[in-house]
Nanobody, 114 residues
Framework: QVQLVESGGGLVHAGGSLKLSCAAS?????????MAWYRQAPGKQRELVAR???????DFADSVKGRFTISRDNAKKAVYLQMNSLKPEDTAVYYC???????WGQGTQVTVSS
């Protein structure tokens, strides 16, 4: 079973940046998997933040377009989320997801102070 481990979360002031990383282990199909980042704020449903396909096509939630970028390194079996110009409303637990296998990481907390 695919295991995903996120890292890079933390506390940052509004306008700051963070880069999240997700490492996949036991994944023999990582290079052809669609990978994504989701987030869940307190009292809200989990929502898609960004997605990257095996051909590097990307999609973003409207709320993060122009501020976040997603990338992947198939050799390292890793996916990244670069978050710039962070806002307090970006505060949430961020989850890495292998959508091709429906595998999820444990999440990493991102807190943006105003």
């Amino acid at each position: 079973q695919v295991q995903l481990v996120e890292s890079g979360g933390g506390l940052v002031h509004a306008g700051g940046s963070l880069k999240l990383s997700c490492a996949a282990s036991r994944s023999v199909l990582f290079s052809i998997s669609t990978m994504a980042w989701y987030r869940q704020a307190p009292g809200k449903q989990r929502e898609l933040v960004a997605r990257i396909t095996n051909s590097a096509h990307t999609d973003f939630a409207d709320s993060v377009k122009g501020r976040f970028t997603i990338s992947r390194d198939n050799a390292k079996k890793a996916v990244y989320l670069q978050m710039n110009s962070l806002k307090p409303e970006d505060t949430a637990v961020y989850y890495c997801c292998d959508e091709s296998t429906s595998s999820w990481g444990q999440g990493t907390q991102v807190t943006v102070s105003s």
